[in-house]
Structures are given as C-alpha cells and as structure tokens.
C-alpha cells in the first residue's frame, strides 16, 4: 500500500479553476457512471424522495437524473463555471443567492428547488448550513482531495450523513509510483480507516 510521491502532493484550489477554464476536465464524464447504475437500489434502498449530496460534483449528470426521480440533489464544487455549465447545459433555470455563514460563497438553486450547489470549498461545508443527508455519490471527490487532507474530509462526510444513509464510493487502482494524481491512489485499508 506504498502510496509513492503522491503522500506530499497537494492540488490548490487555482490549480482545479484553471482545469474548468481550460476544459482540461476529464474527469467529467457525459455518461451517466455504470457503477451508480449498477447499485442505485443500494443508495435508494426501497425508499424515495431522498436527499443525496454529490461532494465535488462538478456538472455531475447523474445530478439531474437522481433530481429526475423525485430526489433531492445537493452538492458543492469550488468553480462557478461547472455548476453555471451544469444548468445551462441541461437549460435549467436557477436563482444564485449568497450563503451567509461562508464568506464568498453561493448557492444556486433550480427554480423547481430540487438541486442546490454550493459554490465553495467543501471544507466550508457543515450540517448546520447544508443539513444531513440519505446517501452520498462519490465518484471523483475522495480521490480528489489532497492525500494531506482525506481525514479532514471524511470527518466532514460522516458528519453530514443520516445513521441509516447508504455511502457510494468510487476510487480508482494503480501504482501511484506511475501517477502523481489526482485521482490520488487510496488504499482500501485507508478507506476503512478513514470511514470505519
């Protein structure tokens, strides 16, 4: 479980804005993820009208299918452009207000009132602002966050979820000798650690 060079490897917020402005994104996928397919029943389990967080959710599409289905969405992204390409591309009409508990930060919500994205660090985030939640779609958030950093996110994801919640999480396998991420390389044995 050597996870090579990446230990010290730290991504800055610029770095992640310039991804977006360039379109070096290709961590954004324009399908719907097999994976979130293959176990919806397992994040829904039997129940509807959930609300479901998308951590570092970009322009997610899987954000507007599970919205689609009568669930609520929240997520939180740090660039303004991905959660303005999220609703122009699915031409959602939305209002932008400011989150008075996080300095700089804003919410934009679809008119329906189904999907709220945060436009902020997710570190900003607690359950008193953006409240608890039925179950998480973690596709690229954890394998995003600087390695320095993953304690401090997983203490925030497990604060912020229900105790009957269902917790969907994607990483990625390879020798982080080869790759310098993100996605960072995380070993299941500090995903257990991490989480529990």
């Known amino acids: 479980s050597d996870v090579g060079s990446q230990k010290e490897r730290v991504v800055t917020v610029e770095e992640w804005l310039q991804k977006w402005e360039m379109g070096n994104i290709g961590f954004h996928k324009e399908q719907r993820h097999p994976l979130l397919q293959k176990y919806l029943d397992v994040l829904l389990n039997g129940r509807s009208g959930l609300r479901i967080f998308f951590p570092l959710c ?20 740090v660039s303004e452009q991905a959660v303005k390409e999220f609703f122009s591309e699915y031409s ?15 919410m934009f919500q679809s008119t329906s009132g189904n999907i709220s994205l945060y436009c902020c660090s997710i570190y900003d985030l607690s359950s008193s602002i953006v409240g608890k939640f039925d179950g998480v779609w973690d596709r690229g958030a954890l394998v995003a966050v600087n390695p320095c950093d993953r304690q401090s996110y997983a203490s ?8 009957n919640s269902s917790y969907l999480l994607v990483t990625v396998s390879y020798d982080p000798n080869k790759h310098k991420g993100p996605p960072f390389y995380v070993p299941e044995s500090e995903i257990k650690s991490l989480f529990g």
């Open 58 to 77: 970009g322009k997610a599409v899987e954000m507007k299918w599970l919205a689609d289905m009568g669930h609520s969405v929240v997520g939180v992204e």
């Open 92 to 106: 959602l009409p939305y209002c932008e207000e400011p989150v008075p508990e996080i300095s700089g930060a804003k």
């Open 156 to 163: 925030l994801m497990i604060n912020l979820v229900e105790k």
